[in-house]
């Protein structure tokens, strides 16, 4: 009759992975060795992971997110168990990050010539997204724009040549996202001709 055993060393921990919101995550895990051979669950921060979640699926020695959300974030353990005990595998941790998503876009507009424009652009996500002003038609007008503390766009003294589209782009370790507004520029001297 075989020896009931279970070994110390994992054929495979898991590792470490990263993933946008609303991406799957996949876990993988080969127990140790044993007889008889070892059933596979997982532990995140220390409670049983629930594949009663219809988002989770434990196959094998797979853990499947397949919509993950910021809360599945966390340190996970494969445990390895039969007759014998149960062994744990080295924690590996899943971060969760969420692409850039605009609070704050944006609005097409329609100014006289020298008036003051402002783009508004505010931006969550994480890790912190950067943030950028892009013109479609070439360069944002030279020594007139200014990119303020909350990553508004600013003209001063707008011209009839800064019409055009202006873009902001804003970028994180899992994604890129731009919004656009439209500036029109109305020459002043010609409204006061009645």
């Known amino acids: 009759m075989l020896a009931r055993v279970l070994r110390e060393d994992f054929r495979q921990t898991p590792s470490d992975v990263v993933v946008a919101a609303g991406e799957p995550a996949v876990m993988e895990c080969i127990p140790p060795r044993g007889h008889p051979e070892p059933t596979i669950s997982w532990k995140r921060n220390n409670v049983r992971v629930n594949d009663r979640d ?3 699926t434990i196959r094998g020695g797979k853990l499947m997110i397949s919509n993950s959300r910021k809360s599945d974030a966390g340190m996970y353990v494969c445990v390895g168990t039969n007759m014998v005990g149960e062994k744990d595998s080295d924690p590996a941790e899943l971060v969760v ?11 097409n507009q329609v100014v006289l010539a020298d008036d003051t424009v402002d783009f508004s652009c505010e931006v969550h996500g994480d890790p912190t997204p950067t943030v950028r002003w ?6 944002l007008p030279r ?8 990553n508004s766009l600013r003209l001063s003294q707008v011209r009839a040549e800064d019409e055009g589209t202006y873009t902001c782009v804003s970028e994180n370790a899992v994604g890129k996202a731009e919004v ?15």
Do not use: M, N, Y
């Open 134 to 139: 892009r013109r479609e038609e070439g360069e």
């Open 180 to 194: 656009s507004g439209i500036l029109q520029v109305h020459d002043s001297c010609c409204c006061a001709l009645k």
């Open 97 to 107: 990050f969420e692409r850039p998503v605009f609070t704050k876009q944006p609005v």
């Open 54 to 56: 219809e988002r989770i």
């Open 143 to 150: 020594g007139r724009f200014e990119i303020r503390g909350d």
